[in-house]
């Protein structure tokens, strides 16, 4: 079992940027699938990033790419997302997870942090 604790979220100005980090207890954190996932209000959960559990293959949703950077330390049982050029529509809780299929479909995770507010002000 993975237990996940996403932090680094906060208020930033369009043009900022951010770094999420996503904390895993367990041994078996590096044979994890990771993703990022955000959901605004009134919106339903989307796909954000994922990372292989060998940190070698990255995907992203359309809206990020060029923008957001995933990676992961297996040694530190941490993943990150780094944000740049935020927008006010990233405005959302952003979600790490783990999976061990290589999915952006957000079912496919079987572990789930609990979320922290990214808040971007035009």
């Known amino acids: 079992q993975v237990q996940l604790v996403e932090s680094g979220g906060g208020l930033v100005q369009a043009g900022d940027s951010l770094i999420l980090s996503c904390a895993a207890s367990?041994?078996?954190?590096?044979?994890?699938?990771m993703g990022w996932f955000r959901q605004a209000p009134g919106k339903e959960r989307e796909f954000v990033a994922r990372?292989?559990?060998?940190?070698?293959?990255?995907d992203y949703a359309d809206f990020v790419k060029g923008r957001f950077t995933i990676s992961r330390d297996n040694a530190k049982n941490t993943m990150y997302l780094q944000m740049n050029s935020l927008k006010p529509e990233d405005t959302a809780v952003y979600y790490c997870?783990?999976?061990?299929?290589?999915?952006?479909?957000?079912?496919?995770?079987?572990?789930w942090g609990q979320g922290t507010q990214v808040t971007v002000s035009s």
């Open positions: 990372i292989r559990w060998t940190g070698i293959r990255t």
């Open positions: 367990g041994r078996t954190f590096s044979s994890y699938n």
């Open positions: 997870a783990a999976a061990q299929l290589w999915s952006d479909i957000s079912g496919a995770y079987n572990y």
